[in-house]
């Protein structure tokens, strides 16, 4: 579903409008490119354009440069797909594991995510599965054990395990859980100032700690690395990043491994942060709090699947889980049959927006001081998705007037100019209820 330009500026000025920025660089961006990329149900092309156009805009903003900013649809689509374009010596990348999928439970579906192998190994655990089951053997033991739970009873059992389960939601049983309620009386995104620290201006780039994963917050400081930021990623010993994963949302960065639980590491750590001008963060809520990681005149961006709030505040997730947790894959397909985005969309335009708000703070904190704290959440970027952008209403473009053929509506001519007429001067007549002569004096 492809929305007008109309929609396309507007979707950019509220992404702007929430990250507080001029209006008036809207102007500066130029959308070009082929038309008809990431098709679906939803406005998802608007959603990738106007974040990545928030993401430039932010980039010029800080530069101190004209613009123009450009937006190629190609570039975007792409972009937005990157990890399937990937190679690795010809390899195509591994995408989702075969317990990550959506599954027939006693009274609907259920979504699983278990990529990684602590997460596969708490689903196992939480249905009941040896973790030592080969694979083909534990399809067929999950898919057993879902049928004959509720979808309910599943998502809280394998959370309760420590593993990623939800069932699926219709847009209507998302609005009406309490998670749900939450994210919709939010905004998109949080900007706060926490304190008056002294404005800390850097003559040289940004220095940016990186302690995300899968994919917004890894999007978001590959395009800081890619905008001059000196990117330094901090993964724990023992469960690195997915290699595929690392390949493409790593360009432009350097990564390390640090453990935070031994002293002669955190010191290290903490020497780090120190020296930083951004903190990002993808973890779930709260995991990283002991560790302390205020610092004054430090901007800390974090991102979340269901933000800090609400029963679902402390819970781990990604897009596909969202995506099946909010309604969005019943809209993109069905209850029985539910579908998906053509692209992980919520995580990419999470990243861009991630990206965007980092940059608007360094700037304000670099004029105004400030310690700068920045939230965002997958299901916030959702619902924005789903309620946020313009929609097509036809009723702007219908018109009402009365006649001999009674109270009528009817569409707007689409032929309109400047200093052109509104519309037609009379409604239409009874057949043949006038006279067959011209109107005013003949020549």
């Known amino acids: 579903m492809e929305h007008t330009a109309h929609t396309v500026r507007t979707g950019t000025e509220s992404l702007w409008a929430a990250l507080g920025g001029d209006p008036a660089l809207v ?5 070009t490119g082929p038309s008809g990329l990431l098709p679906a149900r939803l406005p998802v ?23 123009p900013v450009r937006v190629d ?18 390899r195509a990348p591994v995408s989702f594991a075969p317990l990550s999928r959506f599954w027939r439970a006693a009274d609907g579906r259920v979504r699983t995510h278990a990529n990684y192998p602590h997460h ?12 030592g089951t080969p694979e083909d053997g534990a399809v067929q033991a999950v898919a057993a054990a879902i049928g004959e739970r509720t979808a309910a009873e599943v998502e809280t059992a394998v959370y309760g395990a420590g593993g990623l389960a939800v069932a699926l939601r219709t847009p209507g049983e998302w609005a009406a859980h309490p998670q749900g309620r939450e994210v919709a009386a939010r905004p998109l995104l949080t900007r706060e100032r926490l304190d008056e620290a002294p404005p800390r201006p850097r003559s040289g780039p940004p220095r940016v700690l990186d302690l995300t994963r899968v994919l917004a917050g890894p999007v978001a400081t590959r395009t800081l690395a890619l905008l001059g930021a000196d990117v330094l990623r901090i993964d ?13 949302t790593n360009v432009g960065k350097r990564t390390a ?3 935070l639980e031994r002293p002669s590491d955190r010191r290290t750590f903490d020497g780090l942060l120190d020296a930083a001008d951004v903190l990002v963060t993808g973890y779930r809520p709260g995991a990283l709090d002991r560790f302390g990681l205020h610092r004054p005149g430090l901007v800390t961006a974090r991102v979340s699947a269901w933000g800090d709030y609400g029963p679902w505040g402390g819970r781990r997730g990604f897009d596909s889980l969202v995506q099946a947790a909010t309604g969005i894959a019943v809209v993109e397909g069905s209850a029985e049959e ?20 980092v940059l608007r703070s360094l700037t304000e904190r670099d004029r105004d001081g400030g310690t700068r704290l920045v939230r965002l959440a997958l299901a916030q970027t959702g619902h924005w998705l789903t309620h946020g952008l313009p929609a097509y209403e036809p009723g702007r473009y219908l018109v009402e007037s009365e006649g001999p053929l009674g109270h009528l509506r009817h569409a707007l001519s689409p032929v309109a100019y400047e200093g052109g007429p509104a519309g037609w001067t009379r409604p239409p007549g009874l057949p043949g209820g006038d006279a067959p002569v011209w109107e005013g004096p003949t020549a």
């Open 73 to 90: 649809d190609g570039a975007v689509a792409t972009a937005f797909t990157s990890e399937r374009h990937l190679r690795i010596d010809g």
């Open 236 to 248: 724990p010993p023992g469960r690195p990043e997915l290699p595929d994963q690392h390949a493409d």
């Open 257 to 259: 491994v640090l453990d």
């Open 120 to 131: 596969r190994a708490a689903l196992l655990a939480a249905l009941g599965v040896p973790s």
């Open 338 to 357: 539910p579908g998906v985005l053509p692209a992980q969309a919520l995580d990419h335009a999470t990243g861009y927006l991630l990206a965007a708000a």
């Open 45 to 67: 092309m608007d959603l990738a354009r106007a974040s990545v156009a928030a993401a430039g805009l932010a980039a010029v903003e800080r530069a101190g440069l004209p613009g």
């Open 27 to 31: 102007d500066r961006v130029a959308f």
